[in-house]
């Protein structure tokens, strides 16, 4: 029994070795021959830790496919890998898309870390990546090949203290997330734009951290109430963020609460309540003012495609819906599936006018977004005040 | 007479053996077979073998229940980190708080990083293992758990060396398979000496009854932390490896979680066995990009099955390993080595002698 057994699972392996490269052999003919098919990888953590957002990232690209199936008169195939939020996944997935595939683009990640790790292998092999919603600037650094429909935490930390400083603040607290790039990132450039705009090195009366998990932030809070800032920025995960909120406001404090796009999560107002009402975030895009013609049919579309699966549409699917278009576009104007002639069209792509705004490429790769939605929370509901155009 | 014939007939076809995976990873290495993807995979399954190699020395053949693999490979993989990437790229990359002055200038070459990083998770274990490996079994893995998460989180804080959150990039990678191979080659050969020494013999001594084995003379303590610190080593190695591999690290790679993948390998493979250990490391690697196709969405005659979706594969190869446990209650090997008779066994129907001792998985 255990030898047949064993023999059997033997031959199982074995077969679907051979299934894996009798496929590879069709598609390597494909990429060579008549293919009627352009070919562009998805790579998105599906599973594990980054599994949500990645879903939600991956329907904004699936929606843009159904939209516009086709360039340069084929249809557009996406090969969808997931890489588990896993970096050694992440780097076999790309190396699969690139190798076995033969993808022309690749679109992802969400989550910077999976990014960067498979940043190299990307440039290496010479094929167009688009970020989504990667917002890690090392994504993109020293990578010619790396491009993002995003706007960086730098913009946005900017952002977030231009406004602190119009609503008439002067001094600022700041809480991060230890062990968390985006939260380290984003209240790191915060921090610099805050001292810079207001000329004073003492503007941030308080700096403090906190560790992954953690529930309790009454020792952090007292603290930053006895320096009685007039702003609290606190970037943080969706989990974490009501948490800070709801405890802030029982301490008594009163000064207004920010954070950054995470903090577009029904899950937020959910937790935090009445507490949540006056807290003020940054996002990429708001479907009650849509900024382009695109962004419009975008809205009234996707509502129609989510049925109520969602009260709002998150902001990652409207990056990876415009991350879909840019590298359409983009092989539309190369003419060509060439990974090379395509790179060069998209740092070439000039005014797009995507669902997130009008896009432009830095030399970096970064889109040069000059806007981004501020919205506040009123009556259990996300409200949209401002769209703050930096240059 | 017959004897000694057999006993090359056997020398031979190991020969005949050794020559045909050279002779493959020479055909991949030169890009005549396979393509990136598959040199990528088989250099990752390399670095888990040698891991799980490492991890089996200390859980499997000294009986020492320690779950801090992933701390140790964490040290391994920074130290390469910060010692290898060009000076002039690493402004790029603190670019919120500068690197300290102390190791900002220093740049090693790979191999003198990798040993380094080795000797410093060799280092740290002997530190650590002097306390900790006075507990037993249970305590033992908690403490060691515990000891891998301190790890990652001074990682985490040690801003100005480590980058702390943000990570490190731009790691130089290895142009040749035969680092992988060559250095996973190497690490089963010392560990199968060290074994089979009067060393190894004390290990497994301990394992079976260390009350016994003191009262035969064996330094109980000595050879814990010989173990340990031999098995830190390793893992600090195939830390440094997986960090050229990727090319990047940042804390988050270095969860507790990461250890469990070592585990899975090794009571797969058999605790005992380095055969079985390096086995169960490409059956696992290997199998979990095989099952990559469950993930694809599935279409029968014009319906798509629901359960063809992205996580499915996980369903599948959870369900074999099951099969596996359940079938196989020592894992593939038991705590035997694989051999010619063995294979010759199998094939011929021959029952194996049963295996009574109660190794295996706990």
Known sequence: MKRLLSLFLCLIMVISLFTGCTKKEETSGDAAGSSDVIKIGVFEPLTGENGGGGLQELDGIKYANKMYPEVLGKKIELV?????????????????????????????????????AAGDIIKNAKIPAMGASCT?????????????ACFL?????????????????????????????????????????????????????????????????????????????????????????????????????????????????????????DDAEGIVLSTFFDENDPATEEAKTFVTGYKAELAGKEPIIPAVAALGYDAYLLVRNAIERAGSTDGVAIRNAIAATKDFEGVTGVINFTEEGDADKNIAVIKTVKDGQFVYIDTVEVK | MMKIEKKENNLLKNAVLILIFAAIIVLLDLDIIGDNYVRRVLNLAAIYAIVSVSMNLVNGF????????????A???????????????????????????????????????????????????????????????????????????IIRIVFTNMKTITNGALGIKSIPQMPTMWVFFGAMIISVILIVLLINSSYGRAFKAIREDDIAAEAMGINLFKHKVLSFAIGAF?????????????????????????????????????????????????????????????????????????????????VIFSILLMILVLFFRNGLMGQKELSWKMVGDFFNGKKSPKNNRKGGAA
């Open chain 2, 75 to 149: 040290i391994g993989a920074y130290t390469v980190a910060v010692f290898t990437v060009p000076v002039e790229a690493r402004k790029a990359i603190f670019y919120i708080v500068p690197q300290s002055p102390l190791v900002a200038n220093i740049e090693l070459p790979f191999f003198v990083a990798l040993i380094l990083g080795g000797l410093l998770a060799a280092l740290v274990a002997i530190l650590i293992g002097m306390p900790v490996l006075r507990l037993k079994s249970d305590y033992l893995a908690i403490a060691t758990l515990g000891f891998s998460e």
């Open chain 1, 153 to 273: 935490d730098p913009f946005q930390g900017r952002v977030m203290a231009n406004y602190a400083l119009q609503q008439g603040a002067k001094t600022a607290a700041v809480i991060m997330q230890n062990g968390d790039d985006y939260s380290v990132g984003l209240g790191n450039f915060f921090i610099d734009a805050f001292k810079e705009l207001t000329g004073d090195e003492k503007s941030i009366v308080d700096v403090s951290e906190f560790q992954v998990n953690d529930t309790d932030f009454n020792a952090i809070l007292t603290n930053i109430k006895a320096k009685n800032p007039d702003v609290i920025f606190a970037p943080s995960s969706a989990t974490t963020a009501p948490l800070i909120i709801k405890q802030a406001r029982a301490l008594g404090i009163e000064c207004p609460i920010m954070g950054g796009d995470t903090w577009e999560n029904p899950a937020v107002i959910d937790v935090a309540g």
């Open chain 1, 80 to 116: 969808i890998v997931d890489n588990k939020s896993d970096k050694g996944e992440a780097t076999t997935a790309v190396t699969r898309l690139i190798e076995k595939d033969k993808v022309v683009a690749i679109i992802g990640s969400y989550g910077s870390g999976v990014s960067i």
């Open chain 2, 62 to 73: 000294t009986g020492l229940f320690s779950l801090g693999q992933a701390g140790f490979m």
């Open chain 1, 136 to 148: 890690n600037p090392m994504v993109t650094q020293g990578n010619e090949f790396y491009f993002r």
């Open chain 2, 234 to 314: 390793f893992a600090g190695i195939g830390g440094g490896l997986l960090a050229s591999l990727l090319g990047t690290v940042d804390p988050k790679q270095f969860y507790f979680t990461m250890t469990y993948n070592f585990l899975l390998i090794i009571v797969l493979g058999g605790m005992g066995s380095i055969s079985g250990t390096v086995i169960a490391s490409f059956v696992v690697t290997v199998g979990l990009e095989v099952l990559r196709f469950f993930d694809d969405s599935l279409v029968l005659f014009g319906y798509e099955v629901p359960i063809f979706r992205a996580g499915f594969r996980m």
